[in-house]
């Protein structure tokens, strides 16, 4: 027929080079013909542009497809036959216009004729091995391929072909004693080609495969296949009108996915009335599996989704939920096998499940989303938020409904395959909204939650709350491990270091600082946490200010220090929490917006300040008494205290405190005069503190650390004026107990803090006076560095005995080396 | 071991208490193989009336195959009852079970032990196994009976045998896992025969499996190992000579501090006992890592040694030293590993580090309170420290002088040298025999 027309011709005009190719091809390319055609159901005018392309190719034109039949049209030898071939496709095109079941075949079919085109050109060119050309073909052929999800195909076997041609053409011209040599373009495209072929080689190495071990029987597998589902098709649409009709919408507005000037709403209402007529479970899924994204996208531009709109999508998703509840044996899960045709019903399995490809877990994360960035868009003191935040209920109880669900259809050992994958996000997302509350209120939204579900419904991994079950602190422990426990063992990374941040974030919040601290040290993520994305990052430091936070209220006044020094001194806090952009920054690109948390998330700044100021104080002052010489300091522990004191003293007059920061200063100079009474009475009339729960006792703790370090400050300033200090005297002067004001006076000794003894019997601390002058300023110097170069050498020792591991082989010739120098000499 | 439980002292019922409270036992069961937490039981008759102790032992070992010991204990705790008929079936079933593995092992172990073979077999495992099964017909089915007879030999509690047999296979066998599980097998075995040299080298077999940089498990599952390994460990450690020493060693390297802070804190009871008990130039240095790890771990674990620790180095609060020097004499002469020791060795060093830092932080102490710090109503004072001056009922304490800076300062550089050559050593592998050769060849 025409393809024999075509190859003759070809031989005939051809140079040697090319006759060569074209009679090869001849081979080869009937072979894929056939699977051409069979692929295309047999339709005569793909078989034109078959030849029409391999004449194009023979002459060696070089453009894209469209071209091509330009070129063809003109310049083919069956350029008649073509032309009445082509005409009447398009006139049954257009016949078929008024049936859309044909317009999405045609549309189909055309993008197969393409990639079976692109094969075809690839192939020739690898008989000439003429890279340069394959690369810009392949290219083309990669691009159409990642398009076949558009059409609910497979990726088309013609490409495995092409893939597994372009392999053996690479490794045989390898083989080859190559005499003609490349030019530099030439090989430079050759060693692309052979990159690209090898990543998609590993993508599709079973299909590859297949194809190897029985070409033939691969490719007639492709023709045989799409014949089933029309059988199927078929019988189906005859005993079941009414499903035919839904798919026929379906199809259409799958079809116009992703197109521009669609219009989606009317489309949402073409699927809400499916809803309403479908009746089988299998349609009633797809339905909704099409509406709900359909949903986000009309929004997809916009700052926000509106309230109501969203609500239609929660209660879309809700329905979908009920159906699948219902309908145990139908399964959506993102790791179903992707089908050809969205009409027929996938293979029910051995427990007659069908799985259908769709993601709950995604409808999900998504809605979580646009209620995420409506609450950034509303005014966070408006009551319009506080009204949002309700909907925060629904949100969490789906996700936990979708949690359930999961669990339901993933085995306890899929958790690390990609299907376990679905439930770690729904946890995740679940985590997301817990993690920042104070259990009480965690429990408070895990009581109306599973008030809203049915009662059948539990979770394995965690049991709802129960009357018999473990109760308050214990149950949200539990909760939040078992939770973060399954995210833990997911391959993802991402996963494991949101979750320890999440847990670290919770056991800080709630008071459990021990946990948190252990956890984080453990987790080893300050290492590495500079490298993590912006989120990550957030979260990081959001944790790091709960556990500084959280070590301020268990009284560990350094760690607190410690902890929240680098997020509360820094000019950029507002950034480091999430909680705002940089003032100077224009325009807010989407990852600064991805950024930014709601406001009820949000870390108190002023408190967070206040804890800070409060603790550096707390550290900073006894140390200023210690060395009243500011050149003399050995470590500035909190430069931006300081730099605020001195701000401070600078005033000319002394206001009454106004903002929490002067309070705290005021106490410092107080602090300074060891009048803990005053700094005392300052420091507990900050009302911030009444937003920590347990404020009197912080209150409580704050005031005996201030009587400890007003102690301290004193012995320090007043050291060279006595001699002798009784202990009883300075235990009442400080209101401390004796064993308090002992223990810290000897801890003070020991520590070579003052140069005193213990007179037991006597009850009194004596001062030792020392005889010998004070140690010049060089010789000081000269202790300050021996004992640095000390602590060098300690840390070189332990180095060399474990921590680094200088390699083998240089040890090995380390003293070879050194025979063959010493020889020398 | 039973002997020096026998010769303890009746303790008074707040010695009792301490030592309730502070037994580690309950903490040890969950890594301790059954056999080995056998001694730690039995020790405990001190504090527990002997029918607890023997109820617990019989709880503790009716599982295993030793079906004589159950038997007796059954009859000491239920006299005149039945035996319950399951125990007796079992009975009859281990009696079978010994005879076919027997009869299945005795042929290969003859010919393991005939000299021809002995004289045959080379370092070279594969090429045992090969001149086995061709010569022999002891293949790999052979092989693993003699595994499965080592298990039921120590489970019966014929530990010797049972050692003998898990050696063997681990010669013959390249099955890892089972050479591990053999050598943890192996390992309880020589401890429960008190042969410590084997067991030490076992340990140390244990050891390169678990701290090879390619462990195969996950790190959770090394986190486990590691935890028992230092559990079984203090067997060992408290009965051989230079123990302390090693476990000192192994203890404080990083991977193993780590897994004590991470999963049993309660180890750090025998790091102080051994630091304390370390010689005073060493102690020092150790001092000072110990006391950083009792700090990190004092909200989680408390007892009267990380107490002590506490009082004389983190907060000084020397009021609470009488009550706490207490409970540390109760219970090192309790605790099981502690008992092995020279308590009163301990004791005396434990007195030491409290009479070292009254010393650095008192100029003058009655000698009542001295006493009391360190629990000795009897102690002469003038024989314990040089700077300690008994006047009448005080004690004056002269500090010791700081020399003047340049002293300080020389004080502090000299080991410098002698340290970096050290270093270099370490580092590099450069010792001086390495140096000195070649100069001599010149």
């Known amino acids: 027929m025409s393809r024999f027309f075509t190859t003759t011709y070809d031989s005939e005009d051809s140079s040697d080079e090319e006759l060569l190719s074209s009679s090869e091809e001849l081979l080869s390319s009937s072979e894929s013909e056939a699977g051409d055609v069979s692929s295309e159901e047999g339709s005569p005018e793909e078989e034109d542009d078959e030849s029409d392309e391999d004449w194009d190719s023979g002459s060696g034109l070089d453009s894209d497809s469209d071209d091509d039949y330009q070129a063809g049209k003109v310049r083919g030898p069956s350029y008649f036959l073509k032309k009445d071939f082509k005409s009447g496709g398009g006139d049954s095109d257009s016949d078929s216009d008024g049936e859309e079941k044909r317009v999405v075949k045609s549309a189909k079919e055309k993008y197969l004729e393409e990639i079976a085109n692109l094969v075809d050109q690839i192939e020739n060119y690898s008989m000439v091995e003429d890279w340069i050309k394959i690369v810009s073909e392949f290219d083309k052929l990669s691009k159409s391929v990642q398009k076949s999800g558009q059409f609910q195909i497979r990726v088309p076997r013609l490409y495995i072909k092409s893939l597994a041609i372009l392999e053996d053409a690479i490794t045989s011209f390898q083989d080859k004693d190559v005499k003609k040599k490349l030019n530099s373009s030439e090989s430079k495209a050759l060693n692309v080609v052979k990159q690209r072929v090898k990543k998609a080689i590993k993508d599709y190495q079973s299909e590859i495969d297949q194809y190897r071990k029985n070409p033939e029987a691969y490719e007639s597998g492709a023709s045989v296949e799409p014949e089933t589902p029309v059988q199927t098709e078929t019988s189906k649409s005859a005993q079941d009108s009414e499903g035919a009709g839904i798919f026929t919408i379906l199809r259409s507005i799958i079809e116009t996915r992703g197109k521009k000037n669609v219009d989606l709403s009317e489309q949402i209402g073409q699927l809400e009335e499916l809803t309403q007529l479908a009746k089988k479970p299998f349609h009633l899924i797809s339905v909704y599996l099409l509406l709900v994204p359909i949903r986000f996208d009309l929004y997809s531009k916009a700052a926000f989704m509106p309230l109501e709109q969203w609500r239609f999508a929660l209660r879309d998703i809700n329905a979908l939920m009920d159906v699948l509840e219902k309908n145990r044996n139908y399964i959506v899960s993102e790791t179903a096998a992707p089908v050809d045709d969205i009409e027929t019903e996938p293979e029910a399995d051995a427990n007659g499940v069908r799985q259908l490809i769709g993601s709950i877990a995604s409808l999900v994360e998504r809605l979580a989303d646009e209620l995420t960035s409506h609450l950034l868009a509303i005014d966070p003191h408006s009551t319009e938020y506080v009204s949002r935040l309700r909907d925060e209920s629904s949100v969490y109880t789906l996700l936990v409904r979708a949690q359930v669900y999961y669990e339901s259809i993933i085995s306890r050992e899929d958790l690390a395959t990609p299907k376990g994958d679905q439930l770690a996000r729904v946890i995740l997302k679940r985590l997301d909204y817990i993690y920042f509350k104070p259990s009480k209120l965690i429990i408070f939204s895990e009581n109306t939650v599973w008030k809203k579900l049915e009662e059948s419904l539990d979770s394995p991994i965690y049991s709802k709350l129960t009357e018999s079950g473990p109760q308050g602190v214990e149950y949200t422990n539990g909760l939040i491990d078992a939770l973060c426990l399954v995210l833990y063992e997911q391959p993802n990374s991402v996963f494991r270091k949101k979750a320890v941040l999440y847990h670290i974030y919770y056991y800080a919040f709630n008071d459990q600082y021990f946990k948190a601290r252990d956890m984080l040290l453990l987790s080893h993520l300050q290492a590495t946490i500079h490298t993590a994305d912006p989120q990550l990052q957030v979260l990081f430091n959001r944790s790091l200010v709960q556990l500084g936070l959280s070590a301020f209220r268990c009284g560990l006044i350094q760690e607190a220090q410690q902890s929240l020094y680098e997020i509360a001194t820094s000019p950029r806090q507002k950034e480091l929490l999430g909680q705002g952009v940089q003032r100077f920054q224009l325009q807010q690109s989407q990852v600064d917006k991805q950024r930014l948390l709601p406001f009820h998330m949000h870390v108190n700044l002023e408190l967070l300040e206040c804890a800070f100021y409060t603790a550096s104080m707390l550290t900073e002052v006894p140390l200023m008494a210690q060395n009243p010489d500011f050149a003399k300091r050995r470590v500035a522990v909190s430069k931006s205290f300081k730099r605020v004191l001195e701000y401070h003293e600078r005033q000319i007059f002394d206001g009454p405190p106004e903002y929490t920061r002067d309070y705290i200063m005021l106490a410092a100079k107080a602090l300074l005069k060891s009048d803990w009474q005053k700094a005392s009475k300052l420091i507990n009339s900050i009302k911030i503190w009444d937003l920590f729960n347990n404020s009197d006792k912080i209150k409580a703790m704050l005031q005996e650390k201030l009587q400890i370090e007003a102690l301290r400050t004193y012995l320090f300033t007043n050291e060279s004026f006595f001699t002798k200090l009784s202990i009883s005297n300075l235990a009442t002067i400080f209101q401390l107990e004796e064993r308090v004001v002992k223990s810290t006076v000897l801890k003070m000794i020991s520590n070579e803090e003052i140069t005193a003894l213990y007179n037991q019997p006597a009850n009194i601390l004596e001062l030792v006076e020392s005889n010998k002058p004070k140690a010049s300023k060089l010789q000081e110097l000269a202790l300050n560095l021996s004992e640095k170069v000390n602590q060098i050498v300690e840390r070189n020792e332990r180095l060399s005995l474990g921590g680094f591991q200088y390699p083998l082989e240089k040890k090995q010739n380390r003293p070879e080396r050194a025979n063959g120098v010493a020889t020398k000499q | ?442």
């Open chain 2, 1 to 442: 071991m039973t002997e020096q439980t026998t010769q303890q002292p009746k303790l008074t019922a707040e010695q009792i208490e301490i030592a309730q409270k502070y037994d580690l036992t309950p903490k040890f069961i969950q890594f301790l193989d059954r056999h080995l937490i056998y001694p730690l039981v039995e020790n405990l008759d001190s504090i527990y009336t002997s029918k607890e102790v023997e109820s617990m032992e019989y709880d503790l070992l009716k599982e295993t195959y030793m079906t004589k010991f159950i038997k007796e204990k059954f009859d000491h705790l239920y006299p005149g009852k039945e035996l319950p008929a399951e125990f007796i079936e079992k009975e009859k079933a281990i009696e079978q079970e010994f005879n076919e593995l027997d009869k299945a092992t005795s042929k290969t172990l003859e010919i393991l032990a005939s000299k021809d073979v002995q004289e045959s077999l080379k370092q070279d495992k594969t090429y045992n196994r090969e001149y086995l099964s061709k010569n022999h017909q002891i293949d790999d089915a052979k092989i693993l009976e003699l595994y499965k007879f080592g298990k039921f030999q120590y489970n019966r509690g014929d530990y010797v045998v049972a050692s003998d047999l898990l050696n063997n296979f681990r010669l013959l066998s390249v099955n890892q896992d089972l050479n591990l599980s053999a050598t943890w097998g192996k390992i309880s075995s020589e401890i429960i025969t008190e042969s410590w040299s084997d067991a030490l080298e076992e340990l140390n077999k244990l050891r390169e499996i678990i701290d090879n940089r390619h462990f195969k498990g996950t790190t959770l599952d090394q986190l486990n190992k590691r935890t028992w390994l230092i559990h079984f460990s203090l067997f060992i450690f408290f009965n051989s000579e230079n123990g302390l020493e090693s476990l000192v060693d192994l203890f404080f390297s990083s991977s193993y501090l780590s897994t004590i802070q991470a999963s049993c804190p309660w180890i750090l009871r025998y790091l102080i006992v051994a630091v304390i008990s370390s010689k005073p130039q060493l102690r020092q240095k150790r001092l000072r890592d110990l006391i950083r790890a009792v700090q990190i771990e004092d909200y989680e674990y408390q007892d009267p040694f990380t107490n002590l620790i506490q009082i004389l180095y983190v907060n000084y609060e020397l009021d609470r030293l009488p009550a706490v020097m207490k409970q540390v004499k109760v219970v090192s002469d309790v605790d099981f590993f502690i008992s092995h020791l020279n308590t009163a060795e301990l004791y005396k060093n434990a007195q030491g580090l409290v009479l070292e830092t009254v010393g650095k932080l008192y100029k003058v102490v009655s000698t009542e309170q001295l006493k009391e710090f360190i629990n000795d109503e009897s102690l002469e004072l003038t024989s314990t420290k040089e700077n300690f001056d008994v006047q009448g009922d005080k004690v004056l304490i002269s500090s010791a002088e700081s020399g003047s800076v340049y002293q300080q300062v020389y004080e502090k550089t000299k080991a410098f040298n002698f340290k970096t050559n050290q270093l270099l050593n370490n580092a590099f592998g450069i010792n001086s025999h390495n140096h000195k050769q070649p100069t001599q060849e010149a």
